[in-house]
């Protein structure tokens, strides 16, 4: 069931319902922005259904498919997403592809792929996690895409830890959107599958996207 751009909450509707609430200026990390608040999204369900101009698959370097998420999009896209897959050569952890999107309602893929979580090597990991995160914004400008939304990379299959990789998709999707081509997008959606990711994403969402001070929550 094709889910429409109108029915995805915006994170001004998700303050507005109490869904999150306002964390206390003075421990939110960035300064409130107020146009931001009708351009992020907090969704919980299948990311194949949602009718936008882009969505993100956490991907493997192959990219000739796999479980989680990328088993989900390649399954709803159909047999010539593998089809296209075939032909990009794989792709390195941290770097992002883009395809179209075939029998899916949205009208592009863009495959990235996330690092593969280890407790040595934090470090490495997490820039790895912030560019696959980057650069399928970039790529999106690339193509003249307005929406993208993107599933929580690395924390299935590739076993990030859900809160550390929350800070990092929340810190490199805002730093994006305050660089004059982040403009570009008109929606930034984060998909949560399970409650309890949901639950952290609308914890640390004030953090990074605060209501301006006296705003109701
Ligand atoms: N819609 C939205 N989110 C989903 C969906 C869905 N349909 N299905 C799962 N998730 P994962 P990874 C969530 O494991 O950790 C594959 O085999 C899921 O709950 O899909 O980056 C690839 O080929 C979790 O929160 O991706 C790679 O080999 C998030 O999507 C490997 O898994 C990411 O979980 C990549 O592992």
Avoid at 95 to 120: F, N
């Amino acid at each position: 069931m094709p889910v429409n751009l109108s029915k995805i909450p915006t994170l001004r509707e998700l303050y507005t319902a109490a869904a999150i609430t306002a964390a206390s200026g003075s421990t939110a990390y960035y300064q409130p922005r107020e146009s931001l608040l009708d351009r992020v999204s907090l969704y919980q369900g299948d990311i194949t259904n949602l009718e936008i101009d882009a969505i993100v698959n956490a991907a493997n370097r192959s990219l000739l498919g796999g479980g989680g998420v990328d088993g989900a999009i390649h399954a709803a896209a159909g047999p010539k997403l593998v089809e296209e897959c075939r032909t990009l050569n794989g792709c390195e952890t941290g770097d992002a592809k883009i395809t179209r999107a075939y029998e899916l309602p949205s009208k592009h893929v863009i495959h990235t792929v996330g690092p593969i979580y280890s407790s040595r090597n934090v470090d490495l990991k997490a820039e790895q996690l912030r560019s696959c995160y980057k650069i399928s914004l970039q790529l999106a400008i690339e193509n003249s895409l307005k929406h993208v939304a993107f599933p929580s990379i690395s924390t299935g299959i590739y076993g990030y830890p859900i809160e550390d990789a929350t800070h990092i998709a929340l810190d490199m999707v805002r730093q994006f959107t305050d660089e004059d081509e982040g403009d570009k997008l008109e929606r930034i959606i984060f998909v949560v599958w399970s409650d309890a990711d949901k639950k952290v994403y609308e914890k640390l969402i004030p953090l990074y996207f605060p209501l301006e001070a006296g705003e109701v929550s």
